[in-house]
């Protein structure tokens, strides 16, 4: 396990489960939640967390950008347009490069636009970012987006926030073995075996937002997932048995008395 790492755009991480700081009760329970689920990453929607406004609670006075590696993304853009312009000032604002990119077509689903998003990987990349990308489960739009220079996909599971877990494991393990970019599993967990399940198909690591921040015991969950990933992980490197459709004894049957 020591030799297993978890690299994204030249950086290695010890955490494979990312977090969000939406959807909590306050800044407090959203950084005890961050701090016990051992997430090195959290994401930060531009358009709607505070980063700016020293009259109102910054979330940097909460969680510290010097340990904990902020992830700026563009969660309610509808264009390819509002997507740049966001990520621009988040560099303008912290020198973030390494960023997540998310491009929605529809504000019911959420499903992500993926001509919109392929479009803003490209412009995103020639100007130096490094993109982490929100996309359906389709690998071919996935392999476009490798080749357009993103450093990691993020299929969704299930829309955001759905809590619907993994709806296409076909596909998810399709997007693993054509790539050697970081694969994430990124909207619509509901649940820590979901991760675990995440991980077992191959994933590098899980984004989790909704999961966490609305579950009736948050700190409790954020353990869970906490525990998940690992285990899923491990599992994963462990190798499992070959399915049959028979049974197999435990015990060998040369030698019964």
């Known amino acids: 396990m020591k030799k297993d790492k978890f690299i994204i755009s030249n950086k290695t991480f010890k955490s494979r489960l990312i977090v969000g700081t939406g959807k909590y009760k306050n800044m407090s329970e959203c950084a005890k939640a961050i701090q016990i689920s051992g997430a090195e990453i959290v994401t930060v929607a531009v358009r709607r967390v505070n ?11 909460y969680i510290d950008p010097k340990k904990i590696t902020y992830l700026p993304n563009t969660a309610g853009c509808f264009s390819s347009e509002e997507a740049l312009r966001t990520l621009r ?9 390494l960023v997540k990119l998310e491009v929605l077509g529809e504000k019911k689903n959420l499903f992500p636009e993926m001509i919109e998003t392929l479009k803003s990987t490209e412009v995103l990349t020639k100007e130096g970012f490094k993109v982490m990308v929100y996309c359906n ?22 829309p955001i926030g759905s809590g619907l877990g993994i709806l296409n494991k076909i596909n998810i393990k399709i997007i693993r073995n054509q790539t ?29 937002n909704t999961a966490i921040a609305k579950a009736k015991k948050p700190f409790v969950m954020a353990q869970a997932f906490k525990n998940s990933v690992i285990a899923g992980r491990q599992s994963f490197l462990a190798g499992r048995i070959e399915k049959t459709l028979s049974g197999r004894p435990s015990s060998p049957l040369e030698g019964i008395i």
């Open 51 to 61: 980063i700016t406004d020293k009259k109102k609670p910054l979330l940097m006075d």
């Open 89 to 97: 000032l988040a560099r303008e604002i912290g020198g973030w490069k």
């Open 137 to 158: 489960d389709d690998p071919l739009m996935a392999k476009r987006l490798e080749n357009a220079g993103a450093c990691a996909i993020m299929p969704l599971a299930a």
């Open 180 to 208: 050697k970019l970081p694969l994430i599993i990124d909207a619509g967990l509901g649940q820590a075996s979901d991760a675990a399940i995440a991980m077992e198909l191959g994933c590098d690591g899980v984004l989790v």
